[in-house]
């Protein structure tokens, strides 16, 4: 049975309870007023109380009436979404149950716990539900014959049970009692059940605040990914630009000069003018120097502009959160593909390095080898031994679950056709190979 279901229950059976409470407690005092005048024993009863009570008709009628009352605007108000209605109703409530506490002359108070039950729940303004809740408290403690009679003249309920004789007297109190213990357990267990789903809630709540929380960490970086991936395509299509730039270059205005240069070889041939041979080896020097120049800007237009040594350098100079001993024996003539998915990698490694890890040293390698190309990140991290690396033993393995991170290492990797192994025997290590005869997938 769910916890709202219980609750719902609870409230019944306590709604029950008051009912079949108040009843017993009308037909004593009807039952009680009407023997006494049927048996003429009025004057002895008379001389034994302190005030003389009120018709008991109209006062169980006004007792009916305020709790049929209260039911019926409890209900009213859990199908209400009108805040100046709400408040007004709480007041009502109040009201009423005042009235019924003193129709009864303060012999049952357990009324209040049916209305404390329904501010609880229904009450969701913290500040009003301290108020109403504290002035149930006043209600309660306050609601007392011997006290209210100080100031409002009342017949006691006792008083009236005095005509009755002893045996009688403590069956009519004992089923009052047992009946008022009922209705308190039945509250008890409202309240419990109420402050665990609370409590649950609470903890429900929390849950989802972290996975949130967690999420929103994801989501900052994917969008650091997707910075990176721009920036990298932003730099690819420059490079792109530029090797278009140097064909052109090349092919058009180095094979203009090229011809110019042949054609003043031909001249220098066929000249017969003699005066005109230094003019002719000034311009062949001429262009032999422009063609030298072109050929050197098509250079440094083309691929090899772009340095993976001198970018790796800068990337560990400016890393601070622990030495880097790095290792670089890779020539400057490798594929851009290779060059971005090297400095991607070490990017992420080293931003992992410093959110996760305890280190306090660590070794960057990048090797040629005449078949592929190599890069090995190696920190002293102890951190690192709750890491489950038996995924990434495997070429093929993508996982979601191992982090964000790792898995766009991989796909970098996979998407050249090389291979990602990580260790953590000794500190975190990501070991990386990519062949030279790779084809991007």
Known sequence: ???????????????????????????????????????????????????????????????????????????????????????????????????????????YKGIIFLVIADIVV????????????????????????????????????RELLNVYTVRQHMLMTGILNFLSSVNAIAFIA????????????????????Q????????????????????????????????????REIHDNVGHMLTRAIMLTGAIKVVNKNKSLCPSIDNLEECLSTAMNNIRESVHNLHNNSISLENTI?????????????LIYDIEENIPNDVKYTFIAIVKEGLTNIEKHSNATAVKLTFREHPAIYQ????????????????????????????????????????????????YTDNGFCIFISIPKNFHTI
């Not at 059940?193 to 609470?202: C, N």
């Not at 350098?313 to 001993?325: E, G, P, R, S, V």
């Not at 690396?389 to 996982?399: G, N, Q, R």
């Open 1 to 107: 049975m769910s916890k709202q279901k219980s609750l719902i229950l609870l409230k019944m059976l306590m709604g029950i309870l008051n009912f079949a409470i108040l009843t017993f407690l009308a037909v004593i005092i009807l039952y009680t007023i009407g023997m006494v005048r049927a048996t003429y024993t009025a004057r002895s009863f008379l001389n034994h109380i302190t005030y003389l009570p009120m018709n008991p008709v109209k006062t169980v009628i006004v007792m009916y009436v305020a709790l049929f009352t209260l039911v019926a605007i409890i209900n009213l108000r859990q199908q209400s979404e009108n805040s100046i209605l709400n408040q007004t109703i709480y007041i009502l409530e109040v009201i009423l149950c005042g009235i019924i506490i003193c129709c009864v002359y303060m012999e």
């Open 122 to 157: 229904l009450i969701r303004d913290k500040t009003s539900q301290k108020v109403f809740l504290v002035i149930m408290g006043l209600i309660y403690i306050f609601a007392d014959y011997d006290i209210i009679s100080l100031g409002i003249k009342m017949v006691s309920f």
């Open 190 to 209: 409202y309240m419990i059940i109420y402050m665990r789903s609370q409590i649950k809630e609470k903890e429900r709540v929390t849950i989802l605040n």
């Open 211 to 246: 996975q949130l929380a967690e999420a929103n960490v994801q989501l900052s970086e994917m969008n650091n990914q997707l910075k990176d991936y721009a920036a990298m395509q932003k730099q690819m299509g420059e490079i792109e630009e530029r090797n278009r730039i140097a």
């Open 313 to 325: 350098k800068n990337l560990t100079a400016d890393f601070d959160f622990c030495k880097i001993n």
């Open 375 to 422: 890069l090995i990140l190696h920190d002293n991290g102890t951190n690192a031994t709750d890491f489950d690396c038996s995924p990434y033993e495997s070429e093929s393995y993508l996982s979601v679950t191992s982090g964000i991170g790792l898995n766009n290492m991989y796909s970098r990797i996979h998407m050249l056709k090389g291979t990602i192994k990580i």
